[in-house]
């Protein structure tokens, strides 16, 4: 959205408080045919970097994969065969209000809730055409299968509630799906009991939802590494170049005083004993006496 200079700049600051600011997130993985759909029902192909945001639909083919980060840190991993709408998006940081919603028409998501809701002022819920589901700040696969019109939910942190649709749109009866749970809503009818997962499904459920590398992909990055790795090692293992050889003169071999560097503290001399003074001795003939004396002179060590 181009901001406009002037009065409507003006609006804009103005509404900016009276509203929450709509939030945007931004395309991290696309793994294989991914295509996202505006308001207007124009579809373009998704791109790793592209911005996605209000009224936007995320559609992922079989085998194709998209991780949103959105601008507020929550996480939205769309699995394959997917079709999941962020019907709203809004973080008021004036107010603290936080309002979200997204439509799974079909497929799967991972959601990794890193804001905190309460429920009432503040919502983040996952909607299917047959039931709703609403979450504090959680980690949770979301469900919906278009053939049998079941809502699904599994939970990974956290928990969440999930309630059924009723054809005139009112919400029935609602269970809460903990940690290491799951539950199933079929149209008109109450959400089933949730029940406890053993850990090798949750494991395999947990690695399975989040759009990432593949093996493949990470065995070709590991081998390109492994590659420039040993690149580099051949070059600093390289044996030096021989040293050319070139004519000498007189010059070259005799010895030369090295310039000292510009502000370097000239270097002393080596020291060099003095040479020892041999004594000098003056004899005084005394003539009354007939004695001589001797005079020497003292010279330090």
Same mark, same amino acid.
């Not at 045919?33 to 083919?61: R, Y």
């Not at 996480?75 to 008021?92: F, L």
């Given at each position: ?161 999930? #309630?059924? %649709? &009723? !054809?005139?749109? *009112?919400?029935?009866? $609602? +269970?809460?799906?903990? @940690?290491? =749970?799951? /539950? ?38 590991s081998g390109e590494q492994k590659r420039d790795m040993a690149s580099e ?26 310039? #000292?560097? %510009? &502000? !370097?503290?000239? *270097?002393?001399?080596? $020291? +060099?004993?003095?040479? @020892?003074? =041999?004594? /000098?001795?003056?004899p005084i003939q005394n003539r009354n006496t007939n004695t001589k004396l001797n005079i020497v002179p003292i010279v330090p060590n």
């Amino acid at each position: 959205m181009k901001m406009l200079l002037g009065v409507s700049a003006v609006l804009s600051l103005v509404s900016a408080t009276a509203w929450a600011e709509p939030m945007y997130g931004v395309l991290m993985v696309v793994k294989g045919s991914v295509k996202v759909q505006n308001v207007n029902k124009q579809l373009t192909e998704a791109k790793v970097g592209g911005k996605v945001g209000e009224g936007d639909t995320v559609i992922t083919a079989a085998d194709s994969r998209a991780k949103i980060v959105m601008s507020d840190r929550n996480v939205i991993n769309v699995n394959p065969d997917t079709q999941i709408q962020i019907a709203k998006y809004e973080n008021d940081a004036a107010s603290g209000k936080k309002n979200v919603e997204m439509n799974l028409l079909q497929g799967k998501v991972r959601n990794n809730v890193e804001q905190t809701y309460d429920g009432e002022k503040n919502k983040f819920l996952i909607k299917t055409p047959t039931a709703v589901a609403g979450v504090r700040g959680t980690q949770f696969l979301a469900g919906f299968d278009i053939k049998t019109k079941m809502t699904s939910i599994v939970t990974f942190k956290g928990a969440v509630t999930l #309630a059924s %649709v &009723g !054809a005139n749109g *009112t919400l029935g009866p $609602s +269970v809460t799906v903990k @940690k290491g =749970q799951m /539950t199933t809503a079929a149209p008109d009818k109450a959400p089933e009991p949730p029940k406890n997962l053993p850990k090798e499904d949750m494991k395999k459920m947990d690695g399975e939802s989040v759009a990432s590398m593949s093996t493949k992909d990470q065995k070709t990055e590991s081998g390109e590494q492994k590659r420039d790795m040993a690149s580099e090692g051949e070059a600093k293992t390289a044996p030096p170049e021989e040293p050319k050889m070139r004519m000498t003169d007189k010059g070259d071999l005799d010895p030369k005083p090295i310039p #000292a560097a %510009v &502000g !370097a503290t000239p *270097t002393p001399p080596p $020291s +060099v004993a003095p040479p @020892k003074i =041999q004594p /000098t001795v003056t004899p005084i003939q005394n003539r009354n006496t007939n004695t001589k004396l001797n005079i020497v002179p003292i010279v330090p060590n």
